[in-house]
């Protein structure tokens, strides 16, 4: 059997192609802001010192690591209509996406967080700053700057998740491939494509994380 | 750093910490048993005694780093109680210096300075700058006001986290082992600073084994032991006629050790 090679519908797909580049990059973007907040706010209620909260932080995470995403994002895709909240796939994408990342932002950033030395919080309070101030100008920085890298891989798989969207039918590369497969029965040239703007998408995001570190994540230290 | 300091302001009578009757326990172990401690304005502590004695507890007891379960503590006329109106109030009246600098590594000498003055005192940065720059200078350190912690000598880190302390504008400092963790070179650079600090008429309580500093400076010298004063005296009689045991087994292993 011989597989000739047609890259035609790939040519002819490539401005929706490249545009749905775009929506998985804003999808990992959406995804990974409302990570960042769901985790730095989760380490901040998980360490409030008040037990209920403690307790349903860590529910969050266990319940959230401990199932598939693909279950997680059809759950709040079906059961958000069932609350009366109607959203469309994009939405419902970025949400599932931030809850996934943040679940698992809470644990990387917790980890982080406990590496810095209770000097430094001593050395805030006995300054009179209050807890609060003392987690944001003091411990956070230098926690995120431990745990950037597991962060940003973290992120990047983030991104590489957007494509179980395409399950909710959300904007992003891989159901845009997929129409373009379906259509023209060309699957080993369009997932070759695919492929490497995933493989560019990474690259590219990692260059830009790189450049956040030495902009805001930097100081010497010993 | 100073050039009216030929004649020390006299400590007064007025009480600028009081301790009465403080217990403090971790767990089923006492660390503090009833500690009675009134400091004047302007007077020189120095705090001594073996490992464990509970020397860092009782300091840390003033400004509340550590909770304590019986008796009562009084900074400036504030009673220290469990609400963080009063645990606010006796912090900006109450500085502190550590054996470990704890300096914040993220940022720069001059914003370690000016962090809590703009963020409790609500000073705005013009004024906490120029305060800072004016106590670095103090602590003759204003030229490396640009750089990172980690780029500083211990000496030199010691002396900025004492003009940290010193730029929210505190009434008492408290110094926990300051020079124990530093290269022997860099011991003099910080008492000297501390000394200094000390003819300006700051209340100091300093926990220290640096007996050259304490001979110097001390209106009293406290002795520490299982939690207990065990003794207390000028400098002069501390050292020259302890009257218990323990401080003179505690004297001769100090002095042995120098
Ligand atoms: N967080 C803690 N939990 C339990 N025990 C503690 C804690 N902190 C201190 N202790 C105990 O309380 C006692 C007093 O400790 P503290 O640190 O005040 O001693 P110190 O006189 O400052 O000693 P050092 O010279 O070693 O600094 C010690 O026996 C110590 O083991
Ligand atoms: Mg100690």
């Known amino acids: 059997m011989n597989y000739t ?41 998980r360490d409030s010192g008040i037990r209920q909260v403690r307790w349903l932080v860590i529910a969050f995470v266990e319940l959230i690591r401990n199932t598939p995403f693909l279950v997680q994002i059809y759950f709040i895709y079906f059961a958000l209509p069932l609350a009366g909240i109607r959203l469309d796939p994009t939405p419902t994408a970025i949400i599932a996406l931030g809850i996934n990342g943040g679940a698992y932002a809470i644990e990387i950033i917790r980890g982080g967080v406990q590496s810095i030395g209770k000097g430094q919080i001593e050395a805030g309070l006995a300054l009179g700053l209050h807890k609060t101030q003392v987690f944001r100008l003091i411990v956070l920085k230098p926690a995120l700057r431990a745990i950037y890298p597991s962060l940003t891989s973290q992120f990047i798989l983030l991104t590489l998740t957007t494509s179980v969207a395409s399950a909710i039918a959300a904007y992003e590369l891989t159901s845009v491939a997929q129409r373009i497969e379906s259509d023209s029965f060309r699957s080993f040239e369009v997932y070759g494509a695919v492929t490497l703007f995933y493989l560019v998408m990474s690259w590219l995001l990692m260059r830009i994380f790189g450049l956040i570190q030495s902009r805001y994540l930097s100081y010497p230290v010993k | 750093m100073t050039n009216h300091a030929t004649t020390p302001p006299a400590a007064t009578d007025t009480p600028m910490i009081v301790m009465e ?30 490992s464990g004695s509970g020397k860092s507890t009782l300091i840390r007891c003033i400004n509340h780093l ?32 550590f054996q470990n600098f704890n300096l914040f590594p993220h940022l ?12 409790t005192l609500r000073q705005g940065r013009k004024e906490a700058e120029a305060t800072a720059r004016r106590l670095l200078d103090r602590v003759k350190i204003l030229e490396q006001a640009d750089k990172y912690p980690a780029q500083l000598s211990g000496g030199q880190q010691q ?11 505190p ?13 022997p070179e860099m011991v ?53 006629k302890p009257s218990h045991a323990r401080t003179k087994q505690f004297l001769g292993e100090i002095l042995r050790g120098h």
């Not at chain 2, 008796?71 to 009246?93: N, P």
């Not at chain 2, 009434?171 to 963790?181: G, H, I, N, Q, Y």
């Open chain 2, 188 to 240: 003099k650079e910080v008492l000297d600073t501390m000394v200094a600090l000390a003819e300006e008429g700051m209340t100091m309580i300093c926990v220290t084994h640096e007996m050259g500093f304490a001979r110097q400076v001390a209106d009293r010298v406290i002795f520490m032991a299982s939690g207990e004063i065990v003794e207390e005296a000028p400098p002069e009689v501390f050292f020259s």
């Open chain 2, 66 to 97: 550590e909770a304590y379960e019986k008796g009562a503590i009084r900074v400036d006329g504030i009673t220290l109680g469990d609400d963080s109106s009063t645990i606010d109030a006796v912090r900006r009246e109450v500085g502190m210096v």
């Open chain 2, 171 to 183: 009434k008492v400092m408290l110094f926990d082992e300051p020079t124990s963790a530093l290269d």
């Open chain 2, 159 to 169: 002396r900025v986290a004492i003009a940290r302390a010193l730029c929210m504008g």
């Open chain 1, 5 to 45: 090679l047609d890259f035609l519908p790939v040519i002819d797909g490539l401005p929706s192609l490249l545009a749905a580049c775009l929506g998985t990059l804003g999808l990992a973007l959406g995804g990974m802001i409302l990570a960042i907040i769901i985790g730095v706010g989760g380490v901040m209620l």
């Open chain 2, 108 to 119: 720069t000498v001059l914003q370690n300075c000016t962090l809590a003055p703009m963020r």
């Open chain 2, 21 to 50: 009757s403080v217990e403090k326990w971790y767990g089923g172990f006492k660390a503090l048993t009833g500690i009675n401690l009134s400091v004047r304005a302007g007077e020189k502590i120095v705090l001594c005694g073996p």
